[in-house]
């Protein structure tokens, strides 16, 4: 069978993929690893190789696996969509290139133990489900990441012993919390089974003992949304076990929030994205699974049209571009013009003005006879979603006609659990709030329904009206500009991409982090791995001695903020602060971000950790001290950096301080100390040899002015005796002189 000529919109360096059943080649490039077969602790990666006479794309080879699992828990809004690497050897280091959701970046890995794993998705299973942690089973692991001998629900007060692998032993389960694991426990009236291996541990039955029927952890776990189930996913462990972990995912045959994945033609066959492959049209979105299951283009979801407009930034290695593209006004309801530098932005951003209507209200609508504006119902519904998703909390969200977009007449407070009927302009039908269940919106049945359903306290209903009622008169132009400009504080940050090291100038490795020995001439000193002093330390004679690194655990960072700041306030503040750290590609602990308001400043707190700690933790002090972060009026004076060195004796011998911290203000070269040291010293010694002149001199002078008075009395009495003249008193004289 002849093949029909193949027009595709990208090439393919290692061919197309042949179809199945034709054997003609499709639009699908070839994955050059999918015929290589690489150890258990290989995996294959393109190497780049180098041809004598032309270029030669690079091969397949299997290369040592990088440790460490890739963050499975990605955030739903993505700070960048870029692909920014399309392997681990694209990541220095350990870092290792994992899927943000819709694009690629380099980050540390999980490395966590079996136990850990299924302890961080149980306490998020947890949290989703909106259930205190302490009320779920939460498995407890020892220090060293292994199973606790005894496991505890707190839901159902309820304690067991397991073994090594986390598997429940037989008749251990009891409501004693006190209960003993620490010895051998003996199931009495248990009968010896051959079972096969169950990955998971074995049901017991109701004498408590172990069955042959293998535990199915997604049996206990249900997903929020229709388009969620449960499957089973393989992950890496830093040790053994290492059984797969039950997670909540995208069906695999749609995973598209909504809408139908991109296909090619009239087929069946799924369009890729991905790093290696072609992008996806502006009018859809890269759908790329965290665990590796799917790279497919969703269509973009409405959603997009309210992100705020978005040029983009280009880093020092990029090109930009600058070509026009469309987004859509949110303030006015239309697509219009900017322009892209090519790179970052976000995905209200489209190739054409009918990609862009095609995905928001730009033009004149299949069921309306007017141009596609929102109505008051959907822009409420809009703003209330954007408010709920910015600051991660429940909020008011409308029902609006899915054809019309106007009020449906039940209106409905899901968080709060009461229903009420409104006009077909929205307003709240007094006596039609309801509890547990949605009233028959007709006025006269409303009046009269039971009074079961309906709120006794009168005071209550009026506070739920009185809410609903400020939200929905909170729906005017200012709103939407204020929530124009809180998104903007996300944009226009310039990122700082030099390290510490290199900014401040000191001797730096091949990395741009700091040498453990610092020198200025002669004169050397030892720093920390943020290149402080070490503490106790004193300087020396360069080649007197060879300094030990000492690594800093975690950059402690406080940064200030002027204004007047409520908790409200300070959530998009902390998503700026968040997102900015994301872009630096730095890591906080598990700890988060915390924030302590006080009349005049907001204190926003948190610890990076990662190889790249200390360099992310400069950035941030350079925009603080620049006042590049848009929006805010940081407070120099009170933000400061600690860097939290490890435990460690320093090479004198002398005890380390266990924090080395630094005010923005008084930021100091990394030679800060050496050159007090050498200017004491050539001060001191310029004092000696000037005191030491100024004492010569003066002799010089009194000897000289003691010969010079000497030649003057000399010169006066050269005409005068030289012996002393003798004076003789006659008598008569003597006389004369009385008489007179």
Same mark, same amino acid.
């Given at each position: 069978?002849?093949?029909? @000529?193949l027009?595709?919109r990208?090439g ?5 993929i !042949? ?17 290589v ?16 006479d ?7 080879a299997?290369?040592?696996k990088?440790?460490g699992?890739?963050?499975y828990l990605v955030p739903?809004?993505?700070p960048t969509?870029?692909?920014?690497c399309?392997?681990?050897?694209s990541?220095?280091?350990?870092m ?13 890995p999980l490395l966590l +133990? ?6 961080t998705l %149980?306490?998020h299973?947890?949290?989703? #489900?909106g259930?205190p ?8 692991? +020892?220090?060293?990441g ?11 007060k =309820?304690c ?8 429940e032993?037989?008749?251990s ?8 694991c620490?010895g051998?426990?003996a199931a ?7 079972c096969?291996?169950c990955?998971h ?7 408590g003992c172990?069955t042959c029927?293998?535990?199915q952890?997604c049996?206990?776990? #249900?997903c ?6 449960c499957?089973?996913v393989a ?16 069906k695999?045959?749609?995973?598209? &929030?909504n ?7 009239n087929?069946?066959?799924?369009f890729?994205?991905?790093p290696?492959?072609e992008?996806c049209p ?5 759908q790329?699974s965290?665990v590796g299951e ?14 705020? !407009? ?5 880093l020092a290695? =990029?090109t930009?571009r600058n070509?026009?593209r469309?987004?859509f ?6 697509c219009?013009?900017f322009t892209?530098?090519?790179?970052q932005?976000?995905?209200?951003n ?6 862009? #209507? ?6 004149l609508?299949?069921?309306r ?5 929102? #109505?008051q119902c959907?822009r409420?519904?809009e703003?209330?979603q954007?408010? %709920?998703?910015r600051?991660?909390k429940?909020?008011?969200a ?6 019309t ?6 209106q409905?407070l899901e968080?709060?659990?009461v229903c ?12 039609t709030?309801?509890?547990g %269940? ?15 359903n309906?709120? @006794?306290? %009168? ?5 739920v ?5 400020m939200q ?12 124009v400009?809180i998104? *903007?504080m ?5 990122l700082?991409f030099l390290? *510490? ?5 000191g001797?730096?490795?091949t990395d741009?982090k ?7 001439? @002669? ?12 503490p106790?330390?004193?300087t020396?004679?360069?080649?007197q001695?060879?300094c030990r ?6 950059a ?12 409200i ?15 630096l ?12 308001v006080t ?11 990662g ?5 992310v ?8 001290? &620049?006042?590049k ?18 435990s460690?004796?320093?090479?004198l011998?002398?005890?380390a301080?266990?924090?080395q911290?630094?005010?923005i ?7 800060a100390?050496a050159p007090?040291?050498t ?10 040899f000037?005191?030491s ?6 002799? !010089?002078?009194?000897?000289k002015?003691n ?9 006066d009495?050269?005409?005068?005796s030289g012996s *002393?003249?003798?004076?003789?008193e006659?008598?008569?004289?003597k ?6």
């Amino acid at each position: 069978m002849d093949c029909l @000529d193949l027009t595709c919109r990208m090439g393919c360096e290692y061919g197309f993929i !042949l179809s199945e059943e034709t054997g003609c080649p499709t639009c699908q490039c070839r994955d050059p690893c999918s015929g290589v077969l690489c150890k258990e602790d290989e995996q294959c990666q393109l190497v780049e190789v180098s041809c004598r006479d032309q270029y030669c794309p690079p091969v397949p080879a299997c290369l040592p696996k990088k440790m460490g699992q890739c963050p499975y828990l990605v955030p739903a809004a993505a700070p960048t969509c870029d692909f920014e690497c399309n392997s681990d050897l694209s990541c220095n280091g350990t870092m290792r290139c994992c899927s943000n959701g819709c694009g690629t970046h380099c980050v540390e890995p999980l490395l966590l +133990t079996g136990c850990q794993h299924q302890k961080t998705l %149980a306490l998020h299973q947890a949290h989703e #489900s909106g259930i205190p942690a302490g009320k779920v089973y939460i498995p407890t692991c +020892t220090d060293d990441g292994d199973y606790a001998s005894k496991q505890c629900n707190h839901g159902t007060k =309820e304690c067991w012993c397991v073994d090594e692998r986390g598997f429940e032993i037989s008749q251990s389960r009891t409501q004693d919390s006190d209960l003993n694991c620490d010895g051998k426990f003996a199931a009495h009236n248990c009968s010896e089974l051959d079972c096969e291996e169950c990955e998971h541990g074995y049901m017991m039955n109701d004498d408590g003992c172990r069955t042959c029927d293998c535990v199915q952890p997604c049996s206990r776990i #249900s997903c929020r949304g229709e388009g969620e189930t449960c499957r089973l996913v393989a992950v890496e462990c830093v040790n053994l076990p290492c059984p797969s972990v039950p997670m909540c995912l995208p069906k695999k045959e749609n995973p598209c &929030q909504n809408g139908e994945p991109l296909r090619l033609g009239n087929r069946d066959e799924l369009f890729t994205c991905g790093p290696e492959a072609e992008s996806c049209p502006s009018s859809h979105k890269c759908q790329l699974s965290p665990v590796g299951e799917y790279a497919v283009c969703c269509p973009k979801p409405r959603d997009v049209c309210f992100e705020p !407009l978005d040029p983009g930034k280009c880093l020092a290695s =990029e090109t930009t571009r600058n070509v026009t593209r469309y987004y859509f006004n949110s303030r006015t309801n239309k697509c219009d013009t900017f322009t892209y530098s090519g790179c970052q932005g976000n995905h209200n951003n489209f190739h054409s003005e009918m990609m862009c #209507s095609s995905v928001c209200p730009g033009n004149l609508s299949a069921f309306r006879l007017s141009p596609c504006i929102l #109505s008051q119902c959907e822009r409420l519904r809009e703003k209330n979603q954007r408010a %709920a998703d910015r600051y991660k909390k429940p909020t008011f969200a409308p029902r609006c006609e899915p054809q019309t977009g106007n009020w449906q007449p039940v209106q409905c407070l899901e968080h709060v659990g009461v229903c009420w009927c409104v006009t077909p302009l929205g307003e709240p039908l007094k006596g039609t709030l309801t509890r547990g %269940a949605e009233p028959e919106c007709n006025f006269r049945q409303a009046r009269n329904r039971p009074a079961s359903n309906r709120i @006794d306290s %009168a005071s209550e209903a009026d506070l739920v009206l009185e809410e609903l009622m400020m939200q929905l008169g909170s729906m005017d132009e200012e709103d939407l500009v204020s929530d124009v400009d809180i998104d *903007r504080m996300d944009t226009d940050v310039d990122l700082a991409f030099l390290t *510490r090291c290199e900014a401040l100038g000191g001797q730096c490795d091949t990395d741009g982090k700091f040498l453990a020995t610092q020198c200025e001439e @002669d004169t050397c000193w030892c720093v920390d791995e943020a290149g402080n002093q070490l503490p106790g330390t004193s300087t020396f004679v360069r080649q007197q001695k060879t300094c030990r690194v000492v690594p800093v655990e975690s950059a402690e960072v406080t940064l200030a903020f002027r204004g007047k700041f409520d908790d409200i306030l300070a959530i998009p503040v902390v998503n700026q602060i968040t997102k900015t750290v994301q872009r630096l590609k730095g890591n906080v602990n598990d700890d988060g971000f915390h924030t302590h308001v006080t009349p005049d400043v907001l204190y926003v707190t948190f610890s990076v950790i990662g190889s790249n700690k200390v360099d992310v933790a400069y950035s941030l002090e350079q925009m603080i001290m &620049q006042q590049k972060l848009p929006g805010l009026t940081a407070d120099i004076t009170r933000s400061r950096v600690i860097h939290k060195l490890l435990s460690q004796e320093s090479e004198l011998g002398d005890k380390a301080m266990a924090l080395q911290h630094r005010e923005i203000v008084s930021q100091a070269p990394v030679s800060a100390v050496a050159p007090y040291h050498t200017a004491l010293i050539v001060i001191a010694a310029a004092s000696a040899f000037v005191i030491s002149v100024l004492t010569v001199l003066v002799i !010089l002078y009194r000897r000289k002015m003691n010969s010079i008075n000497q030649q003057k009395i000399t010169e006066d009495n050269r005409c005068v005796s030289g012996s *002393r003249p003798i004076y003789i008193e006659l008598p008569n004289e003597k006389y004369h002189a009385i008489a007179a």
